[in-house]
Every structure is written in structure tokens, then in C-alpha cells.
């Protein structure tokens, strides 16, 4: 079941509202011994998790399915880097970084139990199920927060956006549960920032522009590569392919990512490229531009220096100067305290 993106928190007799967390979506399946950890998209996430697959064997009835996230939580909030390096295909290296970094689960929502298809049941039914069945007494397994008061659930989006929480959930208690469907809604952090605008990569379709690659300055002067402005209009793609065309001339002559792939990230600062450890083979290669155009962008959030999602673009700035584009206009949101919500923050 999928959200749509609304900019409001939704008020509505009947509504209800959680957190929504910033890691991997994640559906389990449980019968008897085996348990299996399936994302979003039907990818195996078991053989990343050892630890949650042990974890959940003691927390979940014998045979159910459930629907939640799996976050890495940390005294600075939710690490979804750290979550990413837990996608490796070494063996070895996984069960390292499971004793390292453990994986949390946070359960929200319960699709079946026993022989009993819940989908087709309202969500308070699903969730009053879960809560009599979810055993969150151990470390690192949780059931999600819930409310009614929509007050309740503009504090959450406000206190925890520094944590990592990626904003609030609006569900109707009413609802069934309907894949594929976007009948939940998200009310997600957005804010603007003027960034460098240093090459573009082609869309998959070949005709048109499909991301343009963002930069900001740091205070030593290097260019790091902070994000993508995506989710372009097809009109909008193509007409990005002329006017990016100027700038295509001579772009590596002094372009301060130049030999990235040959170094694999050696360079100074963060570079664009490389294999993506969630999408196996994706292209990520892509054509420079020289820097001379900023773009302002909405973004969510940002991580480690990056954004943590797409950014959209909102407009091209002929009077900014890209050496003008850097990290002191991006919004620095103090971590909130956690140890109300994941007790395995205080170890």
C-alpha cells in the first residue's frame, strides 16, 4: 500500500497518524521457522538481516505477515547510510555489520494471521491485531507510534525531523489494506537551496534529460556532489537537452569531477557514478556539464552532506554564481531525543 504526497497534515474524523520512518519498507513473512524479509519491491532483504530474521522468530506469531521498516537507529537518530552499507554480497562482511550496526524493526501494520487473510479488514482492526500479537518487550523490534489527534502528530513532525524521521503518516481507520494503491498520505519536510548545476544524466527512454547531477561548495572550495533534481515533465526533458547543449562544450577541461570513474571516488569530495549496492546494474553514468548554471531545488532533508532524496527542480538562476552555491544555506536541524521511542539507544 502506497502514500500520496499531500503538503498539510490531513484533518478528518476518522484519521489516523504515525511516523513515518526514514529506512527500508518491508514485508515479513513468517511460518514456523523461516521467516522471510521481502521490500518494497520484492526484493530478498533476508540474507542483509540475519540478526532481524533470529529477532523476529521470538516477536511474531508462527505464521503472519507483516508490514514495517527496517531503520538503524544511532544517539543521532536514524542512519540510512548505515543502512545502506548493510546491502553487501559478502557474507562475511553482512554478519560483521549485523554485530556492528544491528538493524531495528518497526512493525505498523498486520497483512494476515494464521490462515486469515487481513487485507480485506479495516486498518483498526489490523492494528488492534497487531498490537495483541507484536511482542516489542525485545530489544530492537517496535510497534510504531499512533494517534488520533492530528496536534499530536504536528508535534511528531516538528521534534523528530532532526532524528531522521522523514515526516508524518495519515491512514483512514476505515481502510482496507490495497496494494499497489496510494490511499495513505505523507506529509513530508521540504525546503529550498540554490545548487551548481555540473552534468546531467540521459533518460532511460534516450530522449530527454532524466536528472541533472547538483553540487555545493564547501568552505575549502571543493565541489561535493550533493544530490539529483529528477522527476522531470517528458516536455521538460526534452527541452533541458537544448538548453544544456552550450554547455556541453569542452565541460571536463577544469571540471572539478573529472576522472571519477577512473579513481572510483579517490577525488576530493563526494563524485557522481559508481554501482548502486539497492539497483544492481543501473546506469549511473553521466555527461558533464562546465559549471555555470545554479538551479534551485526543493529538497527534504539532508544526510551526511547529501540529499536524502531527490530534489525537484523549481528554476533555473542566471543571477546566482555557482561558486555562491554552498553548504552555510542549508538548514541545520539538531538531532531529537530518541530514547522515548528505541530504548536500544541508551546501550
Not at 13 to 39: A, H, M, N, Q
Not at 70 to 80: A, C, K, R, S, Y
Not at 227 to 254: C, M, Y
Amino acid at each position: 500500500m502506497l502514500a500520496t504526497s499531500v503538503r498539510e497534515i490531513p484533518r478528518a474524523p476518522g484519521l489516523t497518524y504515525e511516523p513515518k520512518w526514514d529506512g527500508f519498507r518491508c514485508i515479513v513473512f513468517r511460518d514456523g521457522d523461516e521467516v522471510v524479509l521481502g521490500s518494497r519491491n520484492d526484493r530478498p532483504l533476508t540474507r542483509y538481516f540475519p540478526e532481524l530474521a533470529d529477532l523476529l522468530r521470538e516477536a511474531l506469531p508462527p505464521r503472519c505477515v507483516v508490514d514495517g521498516e527496517i531503520v538503524i537507529v544511532t544517539e543521532h537518530g536514524l542512519d540510512f547510510e548505515a543502512l545502506q552499507l548493510r546491502l553487501h554480497p559478502a557474507e562475511s562482511r553482512v554478519r560483521l555489520l549485523a554485530e556492528r550496526t544491528p538493524a531495528s524493526f518497526v512493525a505498523f501494520d498486520l497483512l494476515a494471521l494464521g490462515d486469515s487473510d487481513l487485507t480485506g479488514e479495516p486498518f483498526r482492526e489490523r492494528r488492534r491485531l497487531l498490537e495483541t500479537v507484536l511482542d516489542d518487550r525485545l530489544a530492537r523490534v517496535h510497534l510504531t507510534p499512533l494517534t488520533t489527534d492530528p496536534e499530536v502528530a504536528r508535534d511528531w513532525f516538528t521534534r523528530f525531523e532532526g532524528a531522521g524521521f522523514d515526516g508524518v503518516m495519515a491512514k483512514d481507520g476505515d481502510l482496507p489494506y490495497e496494494q499497489d494503491r496510494r490511499t495513505m498520505w505523507k506529509v513530508k519536510h521540504e525546503r529550498s537551496a540554490d545548487c551548481a548545476v555540473a552534468g546531467f544524466r540521459w533518460h532511460k527512454d534516450g530522449k530527454g534529460v532524466g536528472s541533472l547531477l547538483l553540487g555545493l561548495y564547501d568552505e575549502q572550495g571543493v565541489l561535493h556532489h550533493v544530490g539529483v533534481a529528477a522527476s522531470l515533465p517528458a516536455a521538460r526533458r526534452r527541452e533541458l537537452v537544448d538548453e544544456l547543449a552550450p554547455l556541453r562544450d569542452n565541460a571536463l577541461t577544469g571540471h572539478p569531477w573529472r576522472g571519477w570513474a577512473e579513481a572510483q571516488g579517490e577525488v576530493a569530495g563526494r563524485v557522481p557514478g559508481g554501482q548502486s549496492r539497492w539497483s544492481a546494474g543501473k546506469d549511473l553514468s553521466w555527461e558533464p556539464l562546465r559549471v555555470e548554471l545554479v538551479a534551485e531545488v526543493r529538497y527534504e532533508h539532508v544526510q551526511a552532506g547529501r540529499f536524502r532524496h531527490g530534489a525537484r527542480l523549481v528554476r533555473f538562476r542566471p543571477d546566482r554564481d555557482p561558486r555562491s552555491c554552498t553548504y552555510a544555506q542549508l538548514d541545520e536541524v539538531p538531532p531529537a531525543e530518541l530514547r522515548t521511542l528505541f530504548t536500544e539507544v541508551a546501550r
